[in-house]
């Protein structure tokens, strides 16, 4: 990460200097891993982050260090902000499930958006659907 500030010229230097410090963290986890270097860059574009024992799992790390007074966990994760981002627009991409305030077993999917925007506030549980519509409006 950095900050830049200045013209083209000055925000192109910056990019292209972002662009060899990548190559070299790659060259480093590359030698490490036994990653491609695509698979490598995709980790970074992505921003995952792991936990030790996912870090020991892809070659990143060694060993996990013990604190004796806490449990291990051999969970293995890793995170990864744009993969969170991708899922959470897909589901609230999905149609959206209205339930009637005549009887709460009925349930209808709304398939339309131009649907979901004229729906009245009293017909609505929980968060209108014409509000999450327009946060996923900015999210996008």
């Known amino acids: 990460m950095t900050m830049a500030f200045g ?4 925000m192109q230097r910056a990019m292209e200097m ?3 410090v990548k190559e070299s963290i790659i060259n480093a986890y590359e030698i490490r891993t036994s990653l491609s270097r695509a698979k490598l860059s995709h980790l970074m574009d992505s921003e995952t982050w792991m936990n030790a024992n996912k870090a020991i799992e892809l ?4 060993d996990v260090l013990k604190d004796d007074k806490r449990g ?5 994760f890793a995170f990864s902000a744009k993969a969170a981002q991708v899922s959470l627009m897909n589901k609230l991409s999905k149609p959206a499930t209205k339930v009637h305030k005549d009887s709460p077993a009925k349930a209808a999917v709304i398939n339309k958006p131009e649907v979901q925007a004229d729906a009245t506030p009293a017909d609505e549980v929980g968060t209108p659907i014409k509000d999450l519509d327009k946060r996923l409006s900015l999210l996008k």
């Open 72 to 76: 291990s966990s051999n969970e293995a």
């Open 7 to 10: 013209d083209h010229g000055d």
């Open 18 to 20: 972002l662009d060899e």
């Open 59 to 62: 070659g990143f790390a060694d």
